[in-house]
């Protein structure tokens, strides 16, 4: 089975009609993982997979619009009748099952067990399900976060999650198929030093170019840009083939 990539919600920084926020369905050598669990895109998920099926979740991080449908596919698990047959792994960071708890008030998640199995990323975490290999990096958010690396018989797909500019991601991304990446912001703000926590469309070009991938997706597009602003501008600059995210489409790695 090739590797591809459905596009479930690229909204940022909330959702909106048929636009859900970031997720994605990543499909390929015998694994389902659904990358990314944005507000609107368990509903999406089930349009593509019987989400009891799902290989593994994978959470870049705990920021809402990447996160909160994991309420979503808390109740449908624990409540819904959607019982998987073995708990299915939830890699996210640190304190993932904690906060999932608080929101649902509860001292903690043993009430998932059965269902949900979360354990810890952190920079460089490696994890294989048959044929699909997933890497994690740590990238430069305002909390703690990761991009992945896919890698399924040969073919790579590359995703930023959210970031400003770091060496990381040229390494994930490094001769990748399939570049998934945010361009959130329009412009970095001048006589600032803090760290910068989100891409603008010429970064994410640069980064495919300098990184040699085949094709740049572009994604996570902020309320200042639209997502074809955003990917003519990428494309200007990534001499890559260069499209936008868009909810529903599958994408052969
Ligand atoms: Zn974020």
């Known amino acids: 089975m090739p590797l591809t990539l459905t596009v479930l919600g690229t909204a940022s920084p909330h959702p909106g009609p048929d636009r859900p926020c970031s997720g994605y369905l990543l499909s390929g050598g015998g694994a389902e ?48 009748g959607a019982t998987p047959p073995a708990p299915i792994p939830v890699y996210a960071p640190q304190d993932c099952a904690d906060r999932l708890a608080g929101f649902l008030g509860r001292a903690d998640v043993d009430f998932l067990k059965g269902v949900l199995d979360f354990r810890t990323l952190y920079d460089g975490h490696d994890v294989r399900h048959w044929n699909l290999r997933l890497t994690a990096r740590a990238v430069a958010h305002d909390t703690e976060a990761y991009g992945l690396r896919a890698e399924c018989q040969g073919s790579v797909l590359a995703y930023s999650g959210d970031s400003g500019p770091c060496a990381a991601l040229g390494e994930l991304a490094s001769r990748a198929d399939l570049f998934l990446c945010e361009a959130d912001i329009d412009a970095h703000r001048d006589g600032e030093d803090r760290e910068q926590v989100h891409l603008t469309p010429e970064d994410a070009g640069r980064i495919a170019f300098e990184a040699r991938v085949r094709a740049l997706l572009v994604t996570h597009v902020g309320p200042t840009l639209t997502r074809e602003q955003a990917t003519a501008r990428a494309a200007a600059v990534s001499g890559r083939l260069t499209r936008a995210a868009v909810e529903g489409d599958v994408h052969t790695v």
């Open 33 to 80: 993982v659904w990358v990314d669990a944005g507000p609107g895109t368990f509903a999406a998920l089930q349009r593509h997979t019987d989400p009891a099926r799902l290989t593994a979740i994978w959470i870049s991080h705990l920021h809402a619009d990447h996160s909160a449908d994991l309420l979503a596919a808390a109740y449908a698990f624990a409540y819904g």
